[in-house]
């Protein structure tokens, strides 16, 4: 991959992409999915991780789409991946947004799951 030419980062992208508006088709998680969507979110973080590929801050934010929705769909589940997935964000302004973005989101989807 160059910055001229990010083919391999490309396709990251439209990976992390199509699994993320797959995940939008669940309601409820079945084990074997969930299973399959948290490899998906370790393999995320891992992406996200390396800070030289090209397209760095789009393929971070599809991360973050794709984690909205994992929070969605696994609630307290993802709790332990929290940490990782807002460490490797990249800091900037729009980062940190989205950082509290996520964190908001979970706590409102513990705070729904807690009144049920």
Known sequence: DTNEAPYASYYLQRAVLAISNFSKAFKK??????QCFIHFLK???????IQNISLHDSISKRV?????????????????????????????PSSLTSIIRLLS??????MNKKKE
């Open 29 to 34: 998680l079945t084990p074997i999915a969930e």
């Open 43 to 49: 393999l995320s973080i891992d992406i996200i991780s």
């Open 64 to 92: 973050t789409f794709y984690t909205h929705n994992m929070i969605k769909l696994m609630q307290d589940k993802i709790v332990p991946y929290m940490n990782d997935i807002c460490s490797q964000l990249p800091s900037t």
């Open 105 to 110: 989101r979970i706590i409102t989807e513990l």
